[in-house]
Each structure stands twice: as structure tokens, then as C-alpha cells.
């Protein structure tokens, strides 16, 4: 319903466009930057604030890349939006002793299942964006689709595998998003690509330390 009614507000030919020097860009694609860059800081910091602001981010993306025939890409960011009302729930959820739930690893039975199930997504994705107008970045879309689901998955689980696949899908985003001259977006998946890194760093250390938010 929310995407919705930012279809309504943000047509197509009115987006409220804003430029900086040769750059251009509009109001809606500048907000879903700031709250995505702030969302994915928060989580490198392990705040459950992340989530919130990650689902206004999430939706606002969801309209940008239905409008731009990145049609996989948009749904995903409606399963994003579900996604970061179970993560800010699970987050604060209390385990035994009265704790929050702690960053853990997954084990190599478990990464290999979710291989696999990143390879049959991809592959399911593909197919099915075959067969949608406007399809000639189908391969891409799927591929990332593919990364984020599950990367968003193991991230609401507070499962450090997570980064490295926001890594991977971020680095074909940003070379997607500077085809279509989307620069800002491609500027907000650099620096995701940046903070995912330093993110990777700090929550292998707090599984080591065992520390919580």
C-alpha cells in the first residue's frame, strides 16, 4: 500500500528533480540514499535502529527500480520492507538470560545450503524475468536478487555471512546503476560496498568478543 500510494505522489515525469552540476537527481532517489547510507551504518554498529529507517529506504528503492524495468530488484525491496519488520523484532527480541541475540557464524552445512538456494533463486529469477518486457538486464537483476535475499535473511538472523554478500551484489549494482545513469545510487552502493567492508571487520571482532548492541 505504501509503494502505492509513492507511485501516486512520484510519477514518472514529476520526481522532483534536483540537480547538482552535471549531476541530476530527485527527491525520491535522494532519500532512499540518505536512509539506505544510514540504515547500513547503523547496522555495522549493530544499532536495531537500522531497521526502521531501512524500510522507508527499502520502499522508496522498490518505486525507483520498478520504474526503471529492474523489476526482480523492486519486489526484492517489498520482501526487504517484511524482512526489516521481522529483523527489528528478532533483534530486540530477548533470549535466555534476559540477553539480546548475539552475532554467530554459520556453519559450513549451512552456508552450503544457502549456495544452493541462492542458485536456484537466481536461476528461478531468470527465467521468470525472461519472459518480462524489458528484460536486457534480466541476468543482473536476478544475480543480485539472488545475494540479497538471502544476504537480508542471514542479517535479521545476525549472521556475519551476510556481508560478504551485500559486497558481492553491491559491486554489480554499482556498475548496473552507472549504465543506467543512476549516479547517486550507484555513489550509495559504493559506499555501501565501503561500510559493508569496515562492517565485516567489526562484527568478526564481536563474535570473538561475544559482544551485543
Known sequence: ???????YLCPVNQDFL??????????VELSAVLSGLVSVWLVKKENVWAF??????VLL???????????ANAGINLFYFIMNIYGWYNWLRKTDGDKHIMITACSRKEMQFYVVLIIVIFFSLWYLLNKMPY??????DAFTSSLYVIAMW???RKKIQHWPLWIIGDAVM???CIFLKWYFLGFQYLVYTVIASLGWMEWKYKVKGTQTY
Open 174 to 176: 554499482i556498475m548496473l
Open 61 to 71: 528503492s522498490a518505486y525507483i527500480y520498478f520504474k526503471g524495468n529492474i523489476y
Open 135 to 140: 528484460n536486457q538486464y534480466a541476468v543482473y
Open 154 to 156: 542471514l542479517m535479521a
Open 52 to 57: 526502521p529507517i531501512g524500510g522507508v529506504s
Open 18 to 27: 534536483i540537480n547538482f552540476g552535471f549531476f541530476q537527481t530527485s527527491v
Open 1 to 7: 500500500m505504501q509503494t502505492v500510494v509513492l507511485i
